[in-house]
């Protein structure tokens, strides 16, 4: 069975309190849930994991080998500046696409930069927790693709 490591990054277990004008009422619970399930509709495995300190997100990257065909990782605001995790990506060869829950664009000008954007292979922002399912086909596509 195909194995998707799916990352979320920090204040993103706050989803469901934090700014729900922003990142609707749902929580972290649930999101993972949702993907879990959809994902095994798929045939796929996912695991779950969440954290708001940078070096334990780069240890999970690093320890994905060989575990993993494909990561999924929402960095939250790491995105915008952790050139340790863009590294940590670059580093490992897993396919990765990074997903962003708002729409990064129509915000403030500092999240319009992603440092994780050029080594992941591609992003889906702004289209709710639904984006982590898109990714979920996305790898799968990239995945088969690649055999
Ligand atoms: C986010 C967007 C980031 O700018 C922000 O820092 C987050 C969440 C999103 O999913 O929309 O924590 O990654």
């Known amino acids: 069975m195909l194995r998707i490591l799916l990352i979320n990054g920090p204040n993103l277990n706050r989803l469901g309190k934090r700014e729900p004008e922003?990142?609707?009422?749902?929580?972290?619970?649930?999101?993972?849930?949702?993907?879990?399930?959809?994902?095994?509709?798929?045939?796929?495995?996912?695991?779950?994991?969440q954290s708001n300190?940078?070096?334990?997100?780069?240890?999970?990257?690093?320890?994905?080998?060989?575990?993993?065909?494909?990561?999924?990782?929402n960095p939250g605001a790491f995105t915008h500046y952790s050139y340790a995790i863009r590294d940590a990506i670059a580093s490992i060869s897993?396919?990765?696409?990074?997903?962003?829950?708002?729409?990064?664009?129509?915000r403030e000008e500092f999240r319009h930069l992603s440092v994780i954007a050029p080594v992941a292979v591609g992003q889906i922002i702004?289209?709710?927790?639904?984006?982590y399912n898109l990714a979920v086909l996305a790898l799968l596509d990239y995945i088969g693709g690649r055999k």
């Open 126 to 131: 702004g289209l709710g927790f639904y984006g």
């Open 22 to 49: 922003v990142y609707g009422n749902a929580t972290l619970d649930m999101l993972e849930q949702d993907v879990t399930a959809f994902a095994k509709g798929h045939g796929i495995e996912i695991s779950c994991f």
């Open 53 to 73: 300190h940078e070096g334990d997100i780069i240890d999970m990257l690093h320890d994905a080998e060989p575990t993993f065909s494909g990561i999924v990782i």
């Open 94 to 106: 897993i396919p990765t696409v990074e997903v962003h829950i708002s729409n990064v664009h129509a």
